[in-house]
Structures are given as structure tokens and as C-alpha cells.
């Protein structure tokens, strides 16, 4: 089954019940086993990443605090970009 016929169902009450009327009793118990699986996976995936970006900001939170309590900015710890040579590269690289 593709991933567009499964969108289909999900977004389609009626289209889902026809589908199911495909299955057996024990297939779609089956079947209800393994979307309650899916489910609980992403609910723990999801929470996980909403905790990573907890923690992200918390930390980003804590750096600027720190940066402000030393007195700095962004600008100081950034150094100017390397300038570009102008012109060609050397011949040689022993200059000979």
C-alpha cells in the first residue's frame, strides 16, 4: 500500500471504512496494534525533540547571560572574515 493510499484513508472517514471492509476481523485488530505502536513511537519521538529544543534554548539562554555578564558581544568573538588574494596564485608552492 503507498503512502498515498494511506493519506487517502486517514484523511477520509468514509474511504478508511471501505478499506476496512477488506479486512478480516483478526487483520484489523492486527492492524490497530500496529497504528497504536506507530502512534506511541512518534509521541515519544516528538517528545524527545521538543526536549532537545528545551534544552537548546536553555543553554542558548544561559550563553548569552554569561556573554552579558562579561561584557561581550557576538562581534568580539567573531573575527573578521579571511581577505581574498587578489591576483594569481604562485607557480610553485617553494617559490622556485
Known amino acids: ?11 477520509n ?5 471501505a478499506a476496512a471492509r ?5 487483520q484489523l485488530h492486527k492492524l490497530s496494534d ?18 532537545e529544543e528545551a534544552d537548546k534554548e536553555r543553554k ?12 561581550l558581544s557576538v562581534e568580539d568573538l567573531v573575527g573578521e572574515p579571511p581577505r581574498r588574494r ?3 596564485p604562485p607557480k610553485n608552492a617553494n617559490g622556485s
Open 1 to 11: 500500500m503507498s503512502s498515498e493510499t494511506l493519506e487517502r484513508i486517514a484523511r
Open 86 to 88: 587578489r591576483g594569481r
Open 60 to 71: 542558548l539562554a544561559e550563553i548569552r547571560e554569561a556573554m552579558q555578564d562579561a561584557g
Open 22 to 26: 477488506q479486512l478480516s476481523m483478526e
Open 34 to 51: 500496529v497504528i497504536g505502536e506507530v502512534i506511541e513511537l512518534k509521541k515519544e519521538e516528538e517528545k524527545r525533540r521538543e526536549q
Open 13 to 17: 472517514k468514509n474511504v478508511a471504512r
